[in-house]
């Protein structure tokens, strides 16, 4: 038997389509199966866990799906009842909910439901996330900085252990559109072992197999600092301003893909083609 | 007799500080030979030719410069007078304000006033400009583009001849505030030879030999495409995305240097120290 492949992971910039065409849901959809999917919507990052679930619910029944269920968490007892472990045993799709990230590192980090979906993402569960859904999928996870960062502190981003979805990574969210370049740069200057993954709203990356394509409206930014020559984080309070030199970023709209491990960009087919031909 | 030194280039971010400290207007009057400088105001760029002068002719006497005056140019006749051109000839220092960069380039392209301005500045005189009268400095200036850029399409951001004070750079302006940095990438994909440099508000590069330091509030954001590995800027539509890959970025603040021939930074003395007893 051949060994199981681990699931997509569809993680989200933050206010995806939820009217119009849906593109970046209907993926969702498409990789938990279609309308055979079985899909979980988990909005324990809000405070609104009810309301928020019937958003996505109707519009994953619109595209189709016909067993689509919430599983709320209001406590951590909730997190480790057998009942929490079922839905998502069953499930080939689990979406998470904006809200607050810390939210959901606290309420399900080390419970039965960590482990469940861990062990089924591994064998093909697809998870998504989306905002704060998106930002708890790594190890490191961006918890929360000051905003607006036009003048950005050192000490302004604040990381914390994320839920480990997506491994070598750190998310930003809402990245274009609430000017989160410094913020991320301030990340990665702390951990440049990791890539940066700023992604714009309505948009995602699907990662898998060490690799991630981007899809939706916007772009995702791509900031590596595996060859920064400098930054003065380690030297200077945590109100100065932060310095990094040396680091490389790419912005990739729709099609374009990344290899994790090379750290390098994947042309779309087109793009391809047109590099060939010139050389 | 040794060759005159080119004067220094202070290239303002926008809205800098003029009830406070005033420290980069300060540094505009030090450099222009303190109170026994020649200052001259012009303020082209803008429609309120006379009221945005007299806000910097106040700031400057304040600031201790008895000699500050102002030289309005409504028409390009204005450019060409001898007039014009004599209160640049006895000037120790000038400063173009805010407003748009296309009418200075329109304004004084060409005339004996632009003609004097090189030849002085050759020869020592100091040149500063903020926001319009920032892009204005390169060759190749950023003359605007689609704001807001949260979703940069390639021919969103709009080149065009600068006035040619600074050579080797495009600068753009209030830089983090309006979120540029994809206007800026756009910029220096079409034209990688030159540098990008964003300049935060109330923050500005010191232009001297070759090297700039910046000073201010905030941070200049150099953005190196000499290494670009793709950009679809050439095959796209001009409502597709941009897609860039392989730009080195710095984030410098005040303190901080860079060497616009070896495009590198240049660390300040105790970040240079903490290097070396690092190594």
Redesign the interface.
Known sequence: MAEAEAGALLIIGGAEDKQGECAILREFVALAGGARARVVVIAVASEQQTNLSNVYLDVFRRLGVEDARTLGVAHRERANAPSAVESIERATGVFFTGGSQLRITRLLGGTLLDRVLHRRHDAGLVLAGTSAGAAMMPGVMIAGGVEP???LRAGAVELAPGMEFASGVIIDQHF??R?R??RL?AAVAQHPRDLGVGI?EDTAVVVRGGKFRVIG???ATVVDASEM??T?LA?VERN???????????????G?GFDLHDRA?V?PP??RL??EARS
């Open positions: 960062v036009t003048s274009e559109e000017g370049l410094r740069l714009d409206a916007g772009a020559t400098h003065n030297s100065a301003l932060l310095a990094v030199s040396g680091v490389r970023i790419h912005v990739l709209p729709a374009y960009v042309l087109e793009e047109a590099a």
